[in-house]
């Protein structure tokens, strides 16, 4: 039997058995993508795709390494600045290396083409993307190679996405309420 909902939440969007499936699929597409090749770079975009990252690195059955990267575009508000500033680079050159980039959400497409720009200038053997949701409204057409999900456009919280640092760790993908963003 599953915990009733918090009352912040309006309704699960994806549960975590949904996600958990998912998470499989993914990992079959990339391990069939890449097979043969010695090894992949896995780049998790932070805070948000922790929780995705580490579950698709367990499932993943070909030689992998992890790294991570922090961006800003929200800032302390609800909505994307536009404007995307790196926070946190990785520890490692990444030339040579066939890297997927693992991000939580597509939005507004800003901070992946911010990203996916910063590491084409890296000359990575390839680079490929890997998303676990993506709105349907995204604006710019950014490139997702590895889809988890396509989201409503609504405020989601759970299994690594967050509003104002909270409800991170939720196992699954729910609605926050608009009265709990919209104060």
């Excluded at 991000?103 to 083409?113: H, Q």
Aim: hydrophobic share 45%; charged share 25%.
């Amino acid at each position: 039997m599953s915990a009733p909902l918090l009352p912040e939440l309006e309704r699960v969007i994806i549960s975590a058995d949904e996600i958990k499936a998912r998470i499989s699929g993914l990992a079959w597409e990339i391990e069939a993508d890449y097979a043969g090749v010695e090894r992949i770079l896995l780049i998790g975009v932070l805070k948000g795709s922790f929780i995705f990252l580490a579950d698709l690195a367990r499932e993943l059955r070909i030689p992998h390494i992890v790294d991570f990267m922090a961006v800003s575009s929200y800032g302390k508000t609800v909505t994307s600045t536009g404007a995307v500033r790196l926070v946190l680079d990785l520890r490692e050159p990444i030339e040579n290396e066939h890297v997927i980039l693992v991000e939580d959400i597509v939005d507004t497409g800003n901070t992946l083409d911010y990203l996916l720009h910063t590491l084409e200038g890296r000359n990575p053997a390839s680079l490929r993307t890997c998303v676990f949701s993506r709105k349907v409204r995204t604006q710019l057409d950014v490139p997702v190679d590895y889809l988890g999900f396509e989201i409503p456009d609504v405020w989601v919280v759970g299994y690594g996405l967050d509003y104002a640092n909270n409800y991170r760790t939720l196992p699954y993908v729910a609605e926050l309420k608009p009265s709990v963003y919209q104060k």
